[in-house]
C-alpha cells in the first residue's frame, strides 16, 4: 500500500476544502490514488449531507442585500454557534441575499435550484455539509422591490431587520430599522396584529381579570383595557421611539415628514424548537457502538 504523506494530504485538501481526517481516508481507501480520492471524497460528503440533513438546524445567521429600491433578508440556519462564525457560511448567506435579490425567486425550492457558483445553491449547499460537517438548511427569505427606499439593519449576526419606507433623510429609515431590532413589533399598526395573538391576550386578560371579583362589566373594561395595551405595545407605529421617549414612531415619522410602508424582521431560530441533548446518554451509547463494533 502506498505511504500516505502530509504533502499528499494538503494537497487533496487544496483541491477539496474537505477535512484534513476525511483527506487522508479517502487517499487511504485509494491507495494514495488522487484522482480516485477525489472521487470518494464527493461521494463521502455527498452521504454526510444526507446523513445531516435530519439534525435540527435552531442557529444560523441572517443576511441582507440593498441595492437601490431592492432589499433582502434571509435567514440561513445550522446547528451549532461554533459554524455561525465561520467564514464559508457567513459568505454563503450572503451570496444568497444578493442572489435572491437580484433572481427574484419565488419561494426557498426555487432559490435551492438557482445557479451559484459552479453549481445550484442547492450543491454548493450540500458541499458547505460536507466540508464542515454540520447540516444546513435555507429557512426563509423576504425581498423587497419598491419606488420608495429600502434599508436594513443587522444586529450582529442574529436578528436582521428590512424596511421599506419613504424619508427626505435616509437615517430616519436606519433609525426605525435599528427601533424594530430592539423593540421586536409584529405588525406596523395595531389594526394588522395577527387574530390569533390578539385572541391569546384576550384570554390570558379574561382569565386574569375574572380573578380581581369585580362585576361582568367592569370585568369586560379590564380586559379590553389590557387588549389595547397590547396591541400599542407590539404595532410599531404605536410604539415609544427608543431614540426619544417622548415621542411615538409615529409621531416620529410625522415630524420629520416621513412613512414606512412596510418591515421584514429576522431572529435566528425563532419558533424553532432546539434538541435537548442529554451528554451523558449519548456518551453512553457511543462507548456500547464501541464495544459493539
Known amino acids: 500500500m502506498a505511504a500516505i504523506t502530509a504533502a499528499m494530504v494538503g494537497e487533496l485538501r487544496a483541491k477539496t476544502d474537505a477535512p484534513m481526517m476525511e483527506c487522508k481516508k479517502a487517499l487511504t481507501e485509494a491507495e494514495g490514488n488522487m484522482e480516485r480520492a477525489e472521487e470518494i471524497l464527493r461521494v463521502k460528503l455527498g452521504s454526510k449531507a444526507s ?49 435572491i435579490a437580484e433572481g427574484n425567486p419565488a419561494d426557498v425550492a426555487a432559490l435551492s435550484a438557482m445557479s451559484l457558483d459552479d453549481g445550484t445553491v442547492e450543491s454548493v449547499r450540500a458541499a458547505l455539509i460536507g466540508k464542515i460537517g454540520e447540516n444546513m438548511s435555507i429557512r426563509r427569505f423576504q425581498r423587497f422591490e419598491t419606488a420608495q427606499k429600502v434599508t436594513s439593519y443587522l444586529h450582529g449576526t442574529r436578528i436582521g431587520v428590512v424596511v421599506e419606507f419613504n424619508a427626505a433623510d435616509d437615517q430616519v429609515g436606519k433609525d426605525v430599522a435599528m427601533h424594530i431590532a430592539a423593540m421586536k413589533p409584529v405588525s406596523l399598526s395595531s389594526d394588522q396584529v395577527p387574530a390569533d395573538l390578539i385572541e391569546k391576550e384576550r384570554s390570558v386578560a379574561s382569565q386574569k381579570a375574572a380573578e380581581s371579583g369585580k362585576p361582568a362589566d367592569i370585568v369586560s373594561k379590564m380586559v379590553e383595557g389590557s387588549v389595547q395595551k397590547f396591541l400599542k405595545e407590539v404595532s410599531l407605529l404605536n410604539q415609544t421611539f427608543v431614540k426619544n421617549d417622548k415621542q411615538t414612531v409615529e409621531q416620529m415619522l410625522a415630524a420629520a415628514g416621513a412613512s414606512v410602508k412596510a418591515f421584514t424582521m429576522f431572529v435566528v431560530g425563532e419558533g424553532i424548537e432546539k434538541k435537548q441533548d442529554d451528554f451523558a446518554a449519548e456518551v453512553a451509547a457511543q462507548v456500547a457502538a464501541a464495544k459493539q463494533a
Do not use: P
Request: aromatic content about 8%.
Open 51 to 99: 446523513k445531516a440533513a435530519s439534525r435540527v438546524t435552531a442557529e444560523g445567521v441572517v443576511a441582507s442585500f440593498i441595492s437601490g429600491g431592492v432589499g433582502s433578508l434571509i435567514e440561513v440556519n445550522c446547528e451549532t454557534d461554533f459554524v455561525t462564525k465561520n467564514d464559508d457560511f457567513i459568505a454563503f448567506a450572503n451570496k444568497l441575499a444578493k442572489l
